[in-house]
Each structure stands twice: as C-alpha cells, then as structure tokens.
T-cell receptor, first 112, second 116 residues
Framework: QQQVKQSPQSLIVQKGGISIINCAYE??????FPWYQQFPGKGPALLIA?????SEKKEGRFTISFNKSAKQFSLHIMDSQPGDSATYFC???????????FGTGTQLKVEL | GAVVSQHPSWVICKSGTSVKIECRSL??????MFWYRQFPKQSLMLMAT?????????EQGVEKDKFLINHASLTLSTLTVTSAHPEDSSFYIC????????????FGSGTRLTVV
C-alpha cells in the first residue's frame, strides 16, 4: 500500500516534443505529490508538486495532472529540451512531515 | 528558498575506517531529517528518519550500529558510516523538512562514498 508505481522506466523524446511520465499510488492517506528532477551525481531537486484538491497544476513547461479517483498522477514536460535530460522521480507522502515514498524513476533523454 | 548543504560531495576511504557525512539546513529549521542511499540507476532508498533531539528511526534492514545518525540541532544532522566496507560504497543523500506551511522537503547535493 505504500508503493508508488512509475512508468516508463526510460523515455526518449525529440526536442520540442512532449514528455509524459505516469505514477500510481494505493495509499489514500497521501496528500502531497511532488516530482523531482535529478542530474547525475546530484541530489534530487523539487520540480513541481500538487495536492489532491486540484486536478492540474502548471509551472512553466511543467504540468502535473492529478486523478484522485484513479489514484494516478502524471508529469507533462512541454517543448522538451536537451537540458531536460535527467532522471525524474514522482513521490507521495501524507501530511505532517512524514517520509516520502518514491517511484522507481524515469530516465528521460531529449534528442536534438 | 530552502537550502540544504551536504558535505563532503565525495569521499574515498579505506576499508575498516569510519566516514562522517554532514547535512546542514542553511536558512530554515529542519525539524526532521531523512537519510537516503541510492545505487546507480535506482530510486532513493530511505535509510532513516531523525527528529531533532530524538533517536533516529531506522528502516527495516538498515543496521543502526553501522549507520549512526545524529540530529543534535535544528540545522545539523550527521551520518557516520562505521567500519566501512566496499559494499557500503554508494551515493548518500540527506533531505530536510522544516516547520513551514508547505512542509516541503529539500535535498542535499549528495555524497559519493567509495570504500577501497
């Protein structure tokens, strides 16, 4: 019940295309869903996060879509750029500073 | 924004020695610190959670006597890998959560430990 399933494991997108990464969870107590971007040899950096009271959140080229009934959420990267090539992790947690449960990660490569 | 500083960024040590990794929250009070271990091309694996002034809570399978965690102040937590062996070689990452309305989690830049 604590798992967060993430797909795909890897993704290759052409420059200017849309990258889509999906996650699904089981624990209905989760109420905070962040996405992290990690470059090789670096710690994860928060990209964007959403709470279950909204169905979509957009920040620049990054959008989270959230489906509470299906217990799924996804990250869309519009106009993907080579600089977006990194590993992306979805995560989830319940309110109160509890530990994050991470997805397995998606290695994104944006080709010219 | 919230900043977490982690040092060292990389360390090489001899088998049998101990290594200390520091994690500092620079501009906020970290009431909770998390320590992760990450193997190549894998997700972050939570090792332990520590609250300021309390003993750390270790995840199942993590040896508390081998991975000593101290969280003595609201801005500093340390992870000491005792009697390190080559199988302890990994990427260690800390994360801090503070008393903010957003209860966000800020990650350090990670420490690459190589035990030879």
């Amino acid at each position: 019940q604590q798992q967060v399933k993430q797909s795909p494991q890897s993704l290759i997108v052409q420059k200017g295309g849309i990258s889509i990464i999906n996650c699904a969870y089981e624990n209905t107590a989760f109420d905070y869903f962040p996405w992290y971007q990690q470059f090789p040899g670096k710690g994860p950096a928060l990209l964007i996060a959403i709470r279950p009271d909204v169905s979509e959140k957009k920040e620049g080229r990054f959008t989270i879509s959230f489906n509470k009934s299906a217990k799924q959420f996804s990250l869309h990267i519009m106009d993907s750029q080579p600089g977006d090539s990194a590993t992306y992790f979805c995560a989830a947690t319940a309110r109160g500073g509890n530990k994050l449960t991470f997805g397995t990660g998606t290695q994104l490569k944006v080709e010219l | 924004g919230a900043v977490v500083s982690q040092h060292p960024s990389w360390v090489i040590c001899k088998s049998g020695t101990s290594v200390k990794i520091e994690c500092r929250s620079l501009d906020f009070q970290a009431t909770t610190m998390f320590w992760y271990r990450q193997f190549p091309k894998q997700s972050l694996m939570l090792m332990a959670t520590s609250n300021e002034g309390s003993k750390a809570t270790y995840e199942q399978g993590v040896e508390k006597d081998k991975f000593l965690i101290n969280h003595a102040s609201l801005t500093l937590s340390t992870l000491t890998v005792t009697s390190a062996h080559p199988e302890d070689s990994s990427f260690y990452i800390c994360s801090a959560s503070g008393r903010t309305s957003n209860y966000g989690y800020t990650f350090g830049s990670g420490t690459r430990l190589t035990v030879v």
